[in-house]
Antibody, heavy 118, light 111 residues
């Protein structure tokens, strides 16, 4: 079974930082692009960032709303992806989902809640 | 900025067929693949269509996807509607810079 498990979310003050993790199993992680997608309460999905595979030079892309504040990375030896979120703002409050893009479709984790509040 | 536009909601009766559209604001929607995700209340999204028209294992063949370049749109069609199909559906593709773009989501109501 394919599994993606996010962790690292929590309550943080504006301007603070967190490092989100996405531990995966059940698919060939090293061949797959990984995305982070977020969803504010009662709202739609917002794409955040993507990191491609080693074959695609680990290329990264970011949404304009997070560029320069967030950093996506991966460790193929651990089948794990990360999202370092810095300079957090109240509008970054959301559930953050990790998504694995495979040749058989995209697999989603259950998400981790990030709440930015003073 | 490239945007994908979906109807806010659609409704149909069980057993009938419904089509949800996803229209690109510019360019050619056929340039990059379109994915469709289903999200039931309180749950994470799941993929029902990827790469325009491919179904992941376990997704019933009642779900199908298509692209219409003439209208710059993608469509998700669900036939033989069942009560459990009631959910939010999102289309997704990429802009010219490779950034992901989601449609605003469509609430499917199965009457």
């Amino acid at each position: 079974d394919v599994q993606l498990v996010e962790s690292g979310g929590g309550l943080v003050q504006p301007g603070g930082s967190l490092k989100l993790s996405c531990a995966t199993s059940g698919f060939i992680f090293s061949n797959s692009a990984i995305h982070w997608v977020r969803q504010s309460s009662g709202r739609g999905l917002e794409w955040v960032a993507r990191i491609r595979s080693k074959a695609k030079t680990y290329a990264t892309t970011y949404a304009a709303s997070v560029k320069g504040r967030f950093a996506i990375s991966r460790d193929d030896s651990k089948d794990t992806a990360y999202l370092q979120v810095n300079s957090l703002r109240t509008e970054d409050t959301a559930v953050y989902f990790c998504v694995g893009s495979t040749t058989n479709g995209d697999y989603w984790g259950q998400g981790t809640q990030v709440t930015v509040s003073s | 900025n490239f945007m994908l536009t979906q109807p806010h909601s659609v409704s149909e009766s069980p057993g009938r067929t419904v089509t949800i559209s996803c229209t690109g604001s510019s360019g050619n929607i056929a340039t990059d693949y379109v994915q469709w995700y289903q999200q039931r209340p309180g749950s994470a999204p799941t993929t029902v269509i990827y790469e325009d028209d491919q179904r992941p294992a376990g997704v019933p063949d009642r779900f199908s996807g298509s692209i219409d370049s003439s209208s710059n749109s993608a469509s998700l069609t669900i036939s033989g509607l069942m009560p459990e199909d009631e959910a939010d559906y999102y289309c997704q593709s990429y802009d010219i810079n490779g950034c992901g773009v989601f449609g605003g989501g469509t609430k499917l109501i199965v009457l």
